[in-house]
């Protein structure tokens, strides 16, 4: 539509005749339809559709404030209703995702860290032709289960850097906390950074919502094993965490961690985390949304058969200067 002039053009250019004034606003509405996606005379306002998002995020865990933003940011543009639920217990996240299907969402975006308590769900889904989409976790599973494409980072590969990072800064003995046990993608990051570690490295299991039980197993970890020179943390919070753990300790192991949050790039700021792993959720939350959103108004599909990577970017000290904006807003 690049021959159509602006209505402040037209304005300066002469004068405006009702007839003038009548084919102009005819215009401009057609324009208005147009970024809007929808049909002349539509209220922008009104949702098209409504998607929903089942997370198995634990209380307090920001990863998926910034998940939500992204979501709802997409969601604002797309006109879509967004709904989000979440539960750290794989069969409370399953009856979550059963509430959305019982409300016949057009959409749904899910987590799979506990993948075989979800596996029925997602498929009784797509059996009743709701479109899903995985973020974030169990991305091998996603296409066995029917959904239309996985978003997130290959937690794997993300591990391997991480490992691979260390052994290049001279560690030798790794101390990987998993605070969500039994969560596929936190035991992949863990497997992963022993692959590409050349030293040692010992798993930790914590309850990543309880913060001074996490901080004493911590400290009590380093302070039985003076070898340990590394502290891997598989969530922003947890970081925080370990800092403490390792000041109470009286430790020298170097931290670092999985995720942004304000907190942690203030911590690459002060160098008490070295390095963090950046899946940038807001772009988790933000794709599944629109593409779920473009599926349905235009049958689009990513992917190609393969999952949608985020991540890895290993982000330090250096990056903190262009990471403060966006953390502070809730975009990183």
Same mark, same amino acid.
């Given at each position: ?10 304005? $300066?250019? +002469? ?13 401009? *509405?057609?324009?208005?339809? !147009? ?9 922008? /306002?009104?949702? +098209? #559709?409504?998607?929903? #998002? ?17 979501? %709802? +940011? ?6 879509? =209703?967004?709904?989000? *639920? ?27 860290? =506990? ?18 989409? $995985? ?5 091998? @599973? ?22 691979? *990072?260390? $052994?290049? +800064? ?5 101390? !990987? ?9 936190? %035991?992949? /990051? !863990? ?5 590409? @570690?050349?030293?040692?490295? %010992? ?34 919070? #947890? ?5 403490? *753990?390792? %000041? ?9 961690? @999985? ?15 070295? @390095? ?52 502070? /807003?809730?975009? /990183?």
């Amino acid at each position: 539509m690049s021959g159509v002039r602006s209505a402040r053009e037209v304005r $300066t250019a +002469r004068p405006v005749t009702v007839r003038g004034a009548a084919a102009l606003a005819a215009v401009l *509405a057609l324009v208005a339809g !147009c970024s809007a996606g929808g049909n002349a005379g539509e209220d922008p /306002r009104t949702p +098209r #559709m409504t998607i929903g #998002m089942v997370s198995h995020s634990g209380e307090g865990d920001t990863f998926w404030d910034i998940v939500q933003n992204g979501a %709802e +940011r997409a969601a604002a543009n797309d006109r879509v =209703k967004f709904l989000y *639920a979440n539960d750290k217990e794989g069969s409370k996240q399953a009856e979550l995702v059963q509430s959305y299907i019982d409300q016949k969402v057009d959409g749904l975006i899910v987590t799979l860290a =506990k993948p075989e308590a979800l596996k029925a769900v997602v498929h009784k889904a797509v059996a009743h032709g709701i479109p899903v989409i $995985t973020i974030n976790s169990g991305g091998q @599973f996603s296409k066995a289960y029917g959904a239309l494409t996985h978003i997130g980072q290959d937690e794997s590969v993300a591990g391997r850097a991480v490992g691979e *990072a260390l $052994t290049e +800064r001279g560690k030798k003995k790794v101390l !990987c906390v998993i605070h969500e046990q039994g969560n596929v993608s936190l %035991e992949d /990051r !863990c497997a992963g950074v022993r692959k590409g @570690f050349d030293g040692a490295v %010992e798993n930790l299991n914590v309850d990543g919502t309880n913060a001074p039980a996490s901080q004493s197993s911590i400290e009590a970890k380093l302070q039985s094993d003076k070898s340990l020179d590394a502290i891997v943390t598989l969530g922003a919070p #947890m970081a925080a965490i370990s800092v403490k *753990a390792k %000041e109470e300790a009286g430790s020298k192991a170097d931290i670092a961690t @999985f995720d942004l949050n304000v907190a942690v790039v203030k911590l690459l700021k002060a160098k008490d985390v070295v @390095f963090a792993v950046d899946q940038q959720p807001y772009l988790q939350g933000y794709e599944a949304v629109d593409l779920l959103a473009l599926h349905k108004t235009n049958a689009n599909v990513l992917g190609g058969g393969k999952p949608v990577l985020t991540g890895p970017e290993l982000v330090t000290g250096k990056d903190v200067p262009k990471l403060e904006e966006y953390t502070g /807003r809730g975009t /990183r």
